[in-house]
C-alpha cells in the first residue's frame, strides 16, 4: 500500500447513525458506527431531537473506537470529511460542528460533503475506482434516484426520481403495517425469504406506457403501499389470516422489479454498462440478486457495495473525502454550512 496516499477521517450523522470511517486512498482502515435506531423504535421512525441529541453522545467515543481500530492516532489524519447535507438539520450539525473542531484542532482541510454521493463513492473502498461515466442508482430511506455520474466529486445529473414516497419509506410503511417493527427494510427482507414473491400482483408504479412518455426513470411508491394497505384490510375484514410472508415477499418483488428495470432502462439510454447500487435499500438481499440476474443478461456489471456499507456509516463520507483530496479539489470554508436540502449536483460544499 502507498503511505503517501492520504489518511481521511470521514463523519456522518445525517440521520440517525454516528458514523466515523478512516480511509487511506481506497483502502478502508475503519468504520465505526453507533446508532440510536432502538432509541427510535417506539415511534415508527426517527425523532430528530432525539437523533441530534444522541451524535452528540456518540461522537468522541465513535472517534476513538475508529482510530483504536484503524490504529492511528488523529494527528497523523491528513484531512476532514464531514455529510453536509441532505438530512436532518441537527443531526447535521452535530457532525459539521465536530468536523470544524477537528480541522481547526489539527490544522487540517476539511471537506463538507453530499451524502447521497457518498452513497456512490463508498463502493470505490470495495471494488475500486469508479468507471466514468457510470449510472448510480440511490435507494435509501430519504431518497430514490437515478443519476449519471461523470465524476463523483463534482459532476452528478439527476436523470429520475421517486415522485412520492422513496423505496426505503416504502418499506419502513409496509413493514408498519405489517406489524413488522421499524426500520422495515431489513425486516421486511427477512420475513419475504418464507413467503411467495408471486402470491400477490401488487402494482408496478410509473410502468405504464402512459407514464413512462413523462416519468420513464421516475418512481412511486405511494400507490403501492396504499395497495398493500388495501389488501391486508380486505382480508382482515372478511376474518381471514393475513398471510405476512406471501405480502412481504410480494411487496419486496414490486419494489424491486421496478427499480431494476429502470436503472438498466437509464443505463441502456445513456450506453453505460455499469451500475452502482448504494443506499440503505441497496442491502436488500432481493434487489442485489435480480440486478445482477437481469443486468448480465444484458452485458451490463452491477456494483453494489456489501450491505454494511450501503446503509449510513462513516466510511462513505471518508471514500468521498478522500477522492476530493487525490482530485485536488479546493476544501470548504471553515464557515460551512449544514444543508438539510442540499441537492446531489452539490458535491462539495
Ligand atoms: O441509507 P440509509 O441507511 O439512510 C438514509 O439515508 O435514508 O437507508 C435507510 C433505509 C431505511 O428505510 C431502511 O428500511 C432501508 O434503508 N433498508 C432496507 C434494507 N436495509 C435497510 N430496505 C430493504 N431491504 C433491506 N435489507
Ligand atoms: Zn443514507
Redesign the pocket.
Known sequence: MASSEPLVLGIET??D?TGIGIVRGHSLLADAVASSVEEHARFGGVVPEVASRAHLEAMVPTIERACDTAGIALRDVDAIAVTAGP?LAGALLVGVAAAKALAIGLDKPLYGVN?LAA?VAVDQLQHGALPEPCLAMLV????SSLLRVGDVTGDIQPMGATIDD????A??KVARLLGLGF????V??RTAVSGSSIAIDFPRGLTTRKDLERHRFDFSFSGLKTAVARWVEARERSGEPVPVADVAASFQEAVCDVLVRKALDAASSEGIDEIVIG???A???R?RVLAEERASKLGIRIRVPR?GL???NGAMVAALGSEMVARGRTPSALDLPADSSQPVTHVLA
Do not use: K, R, Y
Not at 422513496?166 to 419509506?169: D, F, I, N, P, V
Not at 426500520?183 to 431489513?186: I, K, S, T
Open positions: 445525517s440521520c447513525e438530512g451524502h452513497h435509501s430511506g430519504g431518497h422513496a423505496a426505503g419509506e418499506f419502513d426500520p422495515g427494510g431489513p421486511i427482507d443506499g440503505g435499500v442491502a436488500n438481499s434487489l450491505p450501503c446503509t449510513d
